[in-house]
């Protein structure tokens, strides 16, 4: 096998990717110190007998193999810089290797299987790049002592402490350690990158507490007596919940039993409400799901589908290492103690089956892998499997619950406390933090007590920091705002400074903002609008014959008015007793200028704002990723406008009529959910496409983007067997290979975009497949790795295919620039 030689920074360069090696081949030995760099990557090498030879080498690629032993003969290879080692299957890294290599910067071991690191790795001092992501590390005090350390990425391990002397290195600029069971640091605080981790370990040395909270989040579908069990929890004793007094969005509550700080969170269950669920919902959180056994049918599989199965799921995909109780509600109204033991028996065992069929369901999806012909592309995909398997979703027995009784009641209560006190069930529930953030909290209480802060919690940045350095005056504003920064990621109060337009706003009392969410996000919109008076509507300088516009235009296009937006919202603020003329406008916004509501609803992928559909600016600037863009017509807020809400759209009609008829030779990309599309998921990527391309149609489970020319469609599949998002380049939009090329930077755009919204649900996986295009063959062709692809700063070689045709397994060939996204220049005839 020869390999494609190369000078790359004036270096010599033995290039061997992707030519499926078990073995080095004589021809790179054969250059012995000679050879500088050699690039690896992508073979199927089990071991690297012989490479010692290259003594000179000073950048060695071997990622994407299938390494299980850290090879020994890398300890003569002296004159090493670079060393990637990342995607195999490595456990463990002997002692007295990596700190032979005096001259290695950059280490990368990252998608292995290490366990821990070896106790001599502080050895390595000229190292200022470190990657060990998507591991099993658990402790990484062998790193203390790196001075030279600038980047260290951790991501996806086992960790549960960060060791302090780690941080006190003035070197470390860039730290990554989301996705792991951090309990000190608290994963909220690590959250916010290493100067919270450094502020937190400086203010731990003056003073520390343990602090127990539990955030319990109430879950179950409309009228299953959620509300109910969350009162009644809440005071010890039956709390009855009329009808018309059930949760609307989001109701937070607050108790402390026993040392330990219940924040109850009451879902409301309603359909309509599932969009803002994202925005609340945290990992590591005690679920409590009821369950109404007096209208749970055996017989009926749609009955645990509604009831059990869809909220099981979705927890497993936001929140898959949390911990869920099912308490089975309204026992009262079950005719016989049998019938209700019946129902909790088959509840529980099609729980058991659910899981145990996700789990079958990764084995087989890790088997196919498995088969194919070069796993070394599949790296990636494979850790993700492996990643999701060791995700282990706790869901507890069911309980069946009278809560109409004070016994029962009680019971629950002394339950949950049993349950709470195993660190096996709850290890993440005792968090080490300084004292002063206890502090912090409890001031902010007694500024909304004593009246400082009004008893809605909006107040400024500016004010809050005044108030509370009264308080607390050996705290500076940095460290203040730190603090702030943690207790809104716990969800105590909501700051945020992502939103240019609400970074000097704080939200003291959450329940207050999403008192506003709901004002305009509820499942009875249309009979609150309505409901809207006369005065109400004269406030605006409406007609009632407009109230009418709104409600058909809502019924029929999923679009509210800005002006009823403003009507419903300002209506909510005045029930709440706010009368502060200046912050209602700034809240509901005005004719000028749009409210800080709807900035926020809009942030969060909940709707975005509409406009007329101009037509195609041939002169229009051409989006490209690598270059900054600014649209030909940007959206100016326009007070007589509405805002589209995609996930109440009932059809496809417009959509499918601006697309026209599929054909065969359209560009097409089908992205695999497993084990299914998140709840709102393709509504949310919609809206973030939106932002993008001006020019754009959108349906129940459609939307088409048009930028220049070029049309791309985006259609949702969930009803029967697999579920997956489409996206077609229309063939009649290209007629070049440029053209093609254009079509796939759009539909580049649109993965990155899913890519990232990807990274909310940590127990989802995805694969992408392109169909061939022959008519009737059921056949495809795997995309490798994608995400390596999408990161345009990644430093890794990776071209997805060479070839410039391919062939499916029934025999039919395309140009590969159909079915991928490739460059003119990488294809081989």
Not at 200 to 208: G, H, I, P
Not at 272 to 291: D, R
Not at 587 to 615: A, E, M, R, Y
Not at 726 to 739: H, I, L, N, P, Q
């Given at each position: 096998?020869?390999?494609?030689?190369?000078?790359?920074?004036?270096?010599?360069?033995?290039?061997?990717?992707?030519?499926?090696?078990?073995?080095?081949?004589?021809?790179?030995?054969?250059?012995?110190?000679?050879?500088?760099?050699?690039?690896?990557?992508?073979?199927?090498?089990?071991?690297?007998?012989?490479?010692?030879?290259?003594?000179?080498?000073?950048?060695?690629?071997?990622?994407?193999?299938?390494?299980?032993?850290?090879?020994?003969?890398?300890?003569?290879?002296?004159?090493?810089?670079?060393?990637?080692?990342?995607?195999?299957?490595?456990?463990?890294?002997?002692?007295?290797?990596?700190?032979?290599?005096?001259?290695?910067?950059?280490?990368?071991?990252?998608?292995?299987?290490?366990?821990?690191?070896?106790?001599?790795?502080?050895?390595?001092?000229?190292?200022?790049?470190?990657?060990?992501?998507?591991?099993?590390?658990?402790?990484?005090?062998?790193?203390?002592?790196?001075?030279?350390?600038?980047?260290?990425?951790?991501?996806?391990?086992?960790?549960?402490?960060?060791?302090?002397?780690?941080?006190?290195?003035?070197?470390?600029?860039?730290?990554?350690?989301?996705?792991?069971?951090?309990?000190?640091?608290?994963?909220?605080?690590?959250?916010?990158?290493?100067?919270?981790?450094?502020?937190?370990?400086?203010?731990?040395?003056?003073?520390?507490?343990?602090?127990?909270?539990?955030?319990?989040?109430?879950?179950?579908?409309?009228?299953?007596?959620?509300?109910?069990?969350?009162?009644?929890?809440?005071?010890?004793?039956?709390?009855?919940?009329?009808?018309?007094?059930?949760?609307?969005?989001?109701?937070?509550?607050?108790?402390?039993?026993?040392?330990?700080?219940?924040?109850?969170?009451?879902?409301?269950?309603?359909?309509?409400?599932?969009?803002?669920?994202?925005?609340?919902?945290?990992?590591?959180?005690?679920?409590?799901?009821?369950?109404?056994?007096?209208?749970?049918?055996?017989?009926?599989?749609?009955?645990?589908?509604?009831?059990?199965?869809?909220?099981?799921?979705?927890?497993?995909?936001?929140?898959?290492?949390?911990?869920v109780l099912l308490v089975g509600t309204h026992v009262d109204q079950c005719e016989v103690e049998l019938e209700m033991l019946k129902k909790k028996a088959d509840i529980e065992e099609k729980v058991r089956q659910m899981l145990s069929e996700r789990k079958e369901s990764l084995d087989r999806q890790r088997k196919t892998l498995e088969e194919l012909e070069?796993?070394?592309?599949?790296?990636?995909?494979?850790?993700?499997?492996?990643?999701?398997?060791?995700?282990?979703?706790?869901?507890?027995?069911?309980?069946?619950?009278?809560?109409?009784?004070?016994?029962d009641i009680k019971w629950l209560q002394n339950h949950i406390k049993e349950m709470i006190s195993n660190k096996d069930t709850f290890p993440f529930m005792e968090q080490m933090i300084p004292q002063c953030y206890q502090e912090v909290e409890t001031a902010l209480q007694e500024l909304v007590d004593s009246g400082d802060i009004p008893k809605h919690g909006?107040?400024?940045?500016?004010?809050?920091?005044?108030?509370?350095?009264?308080?607390?005056?050996?705290?500076?504003?940095?460290?203040?705002?730190?603090?702030?920064?943690?207790?809104?990621?716990?969800?105590?109060?909501?700051?945020?400074?992502?939103?240019?337009?609400?970074?000097?706003?704080?939200?003291?009392?959450?329940?207050?903002?999403?008192?506003?969410?709901?004002?305009?996000?509820?499942?009875?919109?249309?009979?609150?609008?309505?409901?809207?008076?006369?005065?109400?509507?004269?406030?605006?300088?409406?007609?009632?014959?407009?109230?009418?516009?709104?409600?058909?235009?809502?019924?029929?296009?999923?679009?509210?008015?800005?002006?009823?937006?403003?009507?419903?919202?300002?209506?909510?603020?005045?029930?709440?007793?706010?009368?502060?003329?200046?912050?209602?406008?700034?809240?509901?916004?005005?004719?000028?200028?749009?409210?800080?509501?709807?900035?926020?609803?809009?942030?969060?992928?909940?709707?975005?704002?509409?406009?007329?559909?101009?037509?195609?600016?041939?002169?229009?600037?051409?989006?490209?990723?690598?270059?900054?863009?600014?649209?030909?017509?940007?959206?100016?807020?326009?007070?007589?406008?509405?805002?589209?809400?995609?996930?109440?759209?009932?059809?496809?009609?417009?959509?499918?009529?601006?697309?026209?008829?599929?054909?065969?030779?359209?560009?097409?990309?089908q992205v695999y959910f497993l084990p299914e599309i998140p709840h709102g998921f393709f509504h949310r990527l919609v809206i973030k496409i939106c932002s993008i391309y001006s020019t754009y149609w959108i349906g129940k489970d459609q939307c088409l983007f048009s930028c220049g020319k070029r049309r791309v469609l985006l259609r949702e599949h969930v009803k029967?067997?697999?579920?997956?998002?489409?996206?077609?380049?229309?063939?009649?939009?290209?007629?070049?290979?440029?053209?093609?090329?254009?079509?796939?930077?759009?539909?580049?755009?649109?993965?990155?975009?899913?890519?990232?919204?990807?990274?909310?649900?940590?127990?989802?996986?995805?694969?992408?497949?392109?169909?061939?295009?022959?008519?009737?063959?059921?056949?495809?062709?795997?995309?490798?790795?994608?995400?390596?692809?999408?990161?345009?700063?990644?430093?890794?070689?990776?071209?997805?295919?060479?070839?410039?045709?391919?062939?499916?397994?029934?025999?039919?060939?395309?140009?590969?620039?159909?079915?991928?996204?490739?460059?003119?220049?990488?294809?081989?005839?």
């Open positions: 096998m020869l390999p494609s030689n190369g000078y790359h920074h004036g270096k010599k360069e033995e290039d061997y990717t992707g030519q499926k090696l078990r073995f080095l081949p004589p021809s790179l030995l054969e250059k012995g110190q000679e050879a500088l760099k050699a690039d690896l990557q992508r073979n199927r090498l089990r071991q690297v007998t012989g490479i010692s030879c290259l003594s000179n080498l000073t950048e060695l690629n071997l990622s994407r193999n299938e390494l299980v032993e850290f090879p020994l003969e890398v300890k003569q290879l002296r004159n090493l810089v670079k060393l990637y080692m990342n995607q195999n299957s490595i456990k463990n890294i002997p002692d007295d290797i990596l700190p032979s290599l005096k001259k290695l910067q950059f280490l990368k071991m990252s998608t292995n299987r290490l366990v821990k690191l070896p106790s001599d790795m502080g050895k390595c001092q000229s190292l200022t790049y470190l990657n060990l992501s998507n591991n099993s590390l658990k402790d990484l005090q062998p790193l203390v002592g790196l001075h030279r350390l600038k980047e260290l990425y951790v991501e996806k391990n086992q960790l549960a402490e960060l060791p302090r002397a780690l941080f006190q290195s003035s070197a470390l600029t860039v730290f990554k350690v989301s996705g792991n069971p951090l309990s000190k640091p608290p994963e909220e605080i690590c959250a916010g990158g290493l100067k919270d981790i450094q502020s937190y370990f400086v203010m731990l040395e003056d003073s520390s507490c343990s602090v127990c909270t539990i955030k319990t989040m109430f879950l179950g579908a409309s009228m299953a007596g959620k509300s109910t069990l969350c009162r009644s929890l809440m005071h010890g004793v039956p709390v009855a919940v009329d009808k018309a007094d059930r949760t609307v969005g989001i109701e937070i509550s607050e108790v402390d039993r026993d040392g330990v700080r219940f924040l109850f969170w009451d879902f409301a269950g309603q359909e309509e409400y599932y969009l803002t669920h994202h925005v609340f919902i945290t990992p590591q959180a005690f679920v409590i799901l009821a369950i109404d056994l007096s209208s749970y049918t055996i017989e009926d599989p749609t009955s645990f589908s509604e009831k059990v199965g869809f909220w099981i799921n979705n927890i497993h995909l936001k929140v898959p290492n949390s911990v070069d796993i070394s592309l599949f790296s990636e995909q494979m850790s993700d499997i492996q990643r999701l398997t060791e995700y282990k979703l706790k869901v507890l027995d069911l309980v069946p619950i009278d809560c109409t009784t004070s016994e909006i107040v400024s940045q500016e004010d809050l920091l005044y108030y509370l350095k009264d308080k607390h005056n050996e705290l500076d504003h940095e460290k203040m705002r730190l603090i702030l920064q943690y207790l809104h990621r716990i969800g105590i109060i909501m700051w945020y400074l992502e939103i240019p337009d609400l970074k000097d706003i704080v939200f003291v009392k959450p329940s207050f903002l999403i008192s506003l969410f709901k004002a305009i996000i509820r499942h009875d919109l249309v009979s609150v609008l309505a409901d809207i008076t006369s005065n109400e509507l004269k406030s605006e300088n409406v007609l009632q014959v407009q109230r009418k516009r709104w409600i058909n235009d809502f019924r029929d296009r999923a679009s509210l008015s800005n002006m009823a937006i403003r009507i419903l919202v300002r209506k909510e603020l005045q029930q709440s007793g706010i009368d502060d003329e200046d912050m209602i406008e700034d809240i509901v916004g005005t004719k000028k200028k749009t409210g800080n509501l709807l900035t926020l609803v809009q942030h969060f992928d909940v709707c975005l704002p509409t406009k007329q559909n101009s037509p195609l600016n041939p002169a229009a600037q051409e989006f490209c990723p690598s270059i900054k863009w600014k649209p030909s017509n940007p959206f100016v807020y326009d007070p007589d406008g509405a805002c589209l809400f995609p996930s109440c759209l009932t059809n496809n009609n417009q959509v499918r009529e601006m697309w026209g008829e599929d054909n065969l030779e359209d560009v097409n990309v029967d067997g697999d579920q997956f998002i489409e996206m077609r380049g229309k063939s009649s939009d290209v007629d070049t290979s440029s053209d093609i090329q254009k079509m796939w930077d759009i539909i580049k755009v649109i993965m990155m975009r899913l890519a990232q919204l990807t990274q909310q649900w940590r127990g989802l996986c995805q694969f992408v497949h392109s169909p061939c295009k022959e008519r009737g063959c059921s056949e495809y062709f795997e995309w490798s790795d994608w995400q390596d692809w999408l990161d345009p700063s990644g430093s890794e070689k990776f071209n997805m295919v060479s070839e410039a045709k391919l062939t499916c397994r029934n025999g039919h060939t395309r140009r590969t620039e159909l079915l991928f996204p490739v460059s003119s220049v990488n294809l081989k005839d």
